[in-house]
């Protein structure tokens, strides 16, 4: 379904933890990350295609999430040729998104990449909210920029600082631990289907309570 530019309804999803995190995808048998989306079918509302996609892409029920804000006008890209197929060349042109930011009120283990028999990522994991967008397929870096910009003034904490987004640089939530024993964070229990690929800037942090072995 194109409108009559040859862009198609779409939605996309920025998924938040309890700590402004969101959830960041792999897409299946690449190397790009990205955001949970998908079209928009016939007769659906933007509304009701996100609730869609959220479980076709990663499990999750309504009851799950919370919806804390949505992009007021459609945003846009462009795909290049290359990336359409040929015989819809010279009809389709891009995507036109409405944006939504969720809230997840559930668990990480209510997340599921292997909800459908077409899995869309193969691995996930939580990241900061202004993402690198190096690792966005070049084409979707715009619009993410955007949608990110609008949505930010939506979090609960607010954080706006948007240099981070094209640089690529993390920002540091905590000061280095002292010396003594470490643990890698996040430490939680991934998902069925879902793997966990640390980040190399990922910080670390000392483990508690451990007894030294007599």
Do not use: C
């Not at 040859?6 to 995190?21: A, E, M, T």
């Not at 600082?161 to 993390?170: C, D, E, I």
Request: no cysteine.
């Amino acid at each position: 379904m194109l409108d009559r530019e040859g862009f198609r309804p779409n939605v996309g999803i920025v998924l938040l933890n309890q700590k402004n995190q969101v959830f960041w995808g792999k897409r299946i048998r690449s190397h790009s990350w990205q955001f949970p989306q998908g079209g928009i079918d016939r007769g659906e509302s933007p509304e009701q295609a996100m609730f869609r996609e959220l479980q076709e892409e990663v499990g999750l029920l309504p009851e799950h999430v919370r919806i804390v804000a949505r992009t007021r006008d459609w945003l846009r890209y462009e795909v290049p040729d290359r990336y359409v197929r040929r015989d819809a060349r010279g009809f389709y042109k891009g995507q036109k998104q409405i944006w939504f930011l969720l809230q997840l009120v559930g668990n990480d283990w209510n997340l599921n990449l292997r909800a459908t028999t077409h899995p869309e990522f193969d691995a996930w994991r939580w990241n900061d909210y202004w993402v690198p967008l190096d690792v966005v397929v070049e084409f979707k870096r715009a619009v993410y920029q955007l949608a990110l910009t609008e949505l930010a003034r939506f979090l609960p904490r607010h954080d706006h600082r948007n240099r981070y987004l094209r640089s690529g640089l993390r920002t540091r939530d905590h000061e280095a631990p002292p010396a003594g024993d470490y643990e890698r964070r996040p430490a939680f229990e991934l998902p069925p289907g879902a793997t966990f690929e640390p980040d190399p800037q990922m910080q670390f942090a000392p483990r508690r309570g451990r007894r030294a072995e007599s």
